[in-house]
């Protein structure tokens, strides 16, 4: 039971989350009911097997709420776009670059869709952190084509795309994430098989994004 006068805990702050989203944003209803939503007290930010996800408990702690659907939307966009299977050939040439190319598609289709929804006329519903990746350049691209880009930045001597939001997909596992620069993308973080994401922010299988 909730006690007045004692802050709520990552574990109630991910469901009260969750609740918000799935009000707001009925299109990622089915998708927010598959899998586990767990806290993970090893994890530095946020990850996705495609269908569980994980996140941090200090990072969780340090997120307003506004920031925390932001997060927990870009791991269910990941898993919705099937990021793990649609571009398993670009992880395999270049984790990093594609993590960051999936993440500016994710990010762009939640600043353009949600940004300026508000939970009560004052609160923004969703704010990305302010280390997440974002580039209006991108908009339109799907995730192919904003890696593209990246490694031909990359290639000059650009760098790529910068820093991520979150973190590296814990527990002996990689993955892309919405907060981690340069994690592999292969790994078992949850003891199964298969590939995982690190959230930043993602596309679709369906429409290749």
């Known amino acids: 039971m909730l006690m007045i006068g004692k802050p709520l805990t990552a574990e109630q702050r991910l469901a009260k989350a969750t609740i918000a989203i799935m009000g707001k944003a009925h299109v990622l209803s089915a998708v927010m009911m598959e ?25 969780v702690d340090d997120l307003s709420d506004s920031e925390l659907r932001f997060l927990v939307m870009h791991e269910v966009y990941h898993k919705l776009y099937k990021h793990m299977t649609t571009w398993l050939d670009l992880y395999k040439e270049d984790a990093r670059l594609a993590n960051q190319a999936c993440d500016y598609v994710i990010n762009l289709k939640l600043v353009e869709e949600f940004g300026t929804m508000s939970m009560d006329d004052v609160t923004p519903f969703i704010r990305m952190p302010k280390s997440g990746l974002l580039d209006h350049k991108f908009s339109g691209m799907n995730a ?62 369906n429409n290749n994004t």
């Open 144 to 205: 192919k084509q904003v890696y593209d880009l990246l490694k031909e930045d990359q290639e000059s001597g650009g760098g790529g795309g910068g820093n991520t939001i979150t973190g590296t997909a814990g527990k002996g596992g990689g993955g892309y994430s919405l907060y981690s620069a340069g994690s592999p993308w292969l790994g078992t973080p949850f003891g199964a098989g298969g590939a995982t994401s690190s959230s930043t922010i993602g596309t679709s299988a």
């Open 35 to 59: 899998g586990d939503r767990e806290v993970d007290e090893d994890a530095p930010t946020a990850y996705t097997n495609g269908r569980d996800e994980r996140y941090g408990r200090k990072f």
